[in-house]
C-alpha cells in the first residue's frame, strides 16, 4: 500500500514568490472584478497562446460553454447533437439553454463524437453539434464542419481538455464557431477557476461581454438576459503566472505519459487511447481502457488501487445521458459503444509532480493482477 494518498490529479501553481508579488498591485488599485487590467491582460496573451483571434474570459469552463450556447439565440426546444460521454457539465449547458440534447455515439479508438453517426441524428429542429475533444483527443473536425455547413448547423466545441493543442499546425480553438476552455483547478492550465471562449466573429465577443455581465451595456441599459460570469483579477492574475510556466508543465505531463505509456504496454487486456495524427498533444489525463482479456473487471481494478490508496477516477462513467436528471429529458438511442468504454475506462492518477517512482509502483499494480 502507499503511505500516502495518491490523487489522480493536483493543481499546478507558481511559485509563492511569484503570485504574490503579481498581486500587490490589487492592494493599491482596489480593483478586484469586472474586467479589470489583469482580465484585459490575461485575454490578450490567451489568443496570442492559442493563437486565435478573440478570446472572452469566463467564471468557469461550464459557463463559458453555457453563454457560448445562448449567444446564438436558438429556439427553445431546438435540437443540439452531442455526445454522452462527457462531464455532465456539457449536457447541462444545452438543457439549461432550453435546448434538448440529442446523443450521439462514440468511436472506440479515441473517444470522441462518431462524425459518421451525426447525419442520422439531425431533423428539422437540429440547430447545432456540440462535440468533445475528450481527454485532448481531437474530433474529426473536417468532416463536423462539413456536415454543419451542409445543414447550416453551429458547432460550438466543448475543449476543456483541449488547452494548448494544436491541430495540423493550428490552435484546436480555431476549429467550429466557438471553443470553450476550462481553467478549472485540475486542468493542464488553471487560473484556480475559470474558462474561456475562444472564437473568430467579433460580434461574438460583444454577445459574451453583454451575456457575462447580467446583459449591462451601459449605466442604464441592460441588453438582454445575462449571468455574472466575470473572472476576478486574483484568478486572473493566477492565469497569468500560470501561463509563464505552461510550456515546463506540459513537458512535465509528457515525461510521465511515456513512463505509463511504456509500462503499460506490457500489461496484456489494458490498452490506451488513440490520439488523432497530425496533433500536437498537452498530456492532460492518462486513461486506459480495461479489456475482457485482462484478469479484472475496471471496478475490482479501481477497487484494487484504491484499497492501496491510489485514488483513479471513472472519468466518465455513468454516460450522462444514463442520469436521472438527463434520461428523460433525452431521445432514446442506444449508444453502444459509448456505454462500453464508460464501462471500461479508468484514468489513473496524472500531474506534472507525480514521482516517477510512483507512476511504476502504480504500473506494479495494475500488471500483478
Request: hydrophobic share 40%; charged share 25%.
Amino acid at each position: 500500500m502507499m503511505q500516502d494518498k495518491i490523487l489522480v490529479t493536483r493543481s499546478s501553481m507558481p511559485p509563492y514568490e511569484e503570485y504574490i508579488e503579481a498581486i500587490k498591485p490589487l492592494w493599491e488599485t482596489h480593483w478586484l472584478t469586472n474586467m479589470g487590467q489583469y482580465h484585459r491582460e490575461l485575454e490578450e496573451r490567451l489568443k496570442e497562446y492559442l493563437g486565435v483571434p478573440e478570446v472572452s474570459l469566463m467564471v468557469n469552463g461550464h459557463m463559458a460553454l453555457e453563454l457560448a450556447i445562448q449567444a446564438f439565440d436558438f429556439p427553445a426546444g431546438a435540437e443540439v447533437i452531442t455526445t454522452p460521454f462527457t462531464f455532465i457539465s456539457t449536457t447541462h449547458a444545452i438543457v439549461r439553454n432550453r435546448l434538448q440534447p440529442v446523443f450521439c455515439d462514440i468511436k472506440p479508438e479515441d473517444g470522441t463524437m462518431d462524425e459518421t453517426q451525426i447525419e442520422s441524428l439531425i431533423t428539422d429542429r437540429t440547430v447545432a453539434i456540440v462535440p468533445v475533444h475528450v481527454y485532448g483527443n481531437v474530433c474529426n473536425v473536417e468532416k463536423i464542419q462539413e456536415i454543419a455547413a451542409k445543414h447550416h448547423l453551429k458547432v460550438i466545441y466543448d475543449a476543456a481538455h483541449a488547452f494548448g493543442v494544436k491541430y495540423k499546425g493550428q490552435g484546436i480553438g480555431n476549429y467550429g464557431d466557438v471553443s470553450v476552455f476550462s481553467f478549472h483547478a485540475t486542468k493542464v492550465f488553471n487560473t484556480i477557476e475559470g474558462g474561456a471562449a475562444a472564437f473568430s466573429d467579433s460580434g461574438i465577443y460583444k454577445k459574451l461581454a453583454d451575456l457575462k455581465n447580467f446583459g449591462i451595456r451601459g449605466e442604464e441599459l441592460v441588453t438582454g438576459i445575462g449571468a455574472n460570469a466575470k473572472m476576478n483579477e486574483f484568478a486572473a492574475i493566477m492565469g497569468l503566472c500560470n501561463l509563464n510556466h505552461i510550456s515546463y508543465y506540459i513537458e512535465e505531463r509528457k515525461k510521465r505519459f511515456e513512463v505509463y505509456e511504456s509500462g503499460l504496454a506490457k500489461i496484456k487486456g489494458v490498452r490506451l487511447l488513440n490520439q488523432e495524427k497530425d496533433t500536437i498533444r498537452n498530456y492532460s489525463y492518462m486513461p486506459i481502457v480495461v479489456e475482457d482479456e485482462y484478469p479484472m473487471s475496471r471496478d475490482e481494478l479501481y477497487c484494487k488501487l484504491k484499497d492501496n490508496n491510489i485514488f483513479a477516477r471513472k472519468y466518465f462513467y455513468p454516460l450522462t445521458s444514463d442520469q436521472d436528471c438527463i434520461r428523460n429529458q433525452c431521445k432514446e438511442a442506444e449508444l453502444k459503444c459509448a456505454r462500453r468504454i464508460s464501462e471500461r475506462v479508468l484514468t489513473l492518477p496524472f500531474y506534472p509532480t507525480l514521482g516517477i517512482e510512483v507512476i511504476n509502483t502504480i504500473l506494479r499494480f495494475i500488471g500483478n493482477v
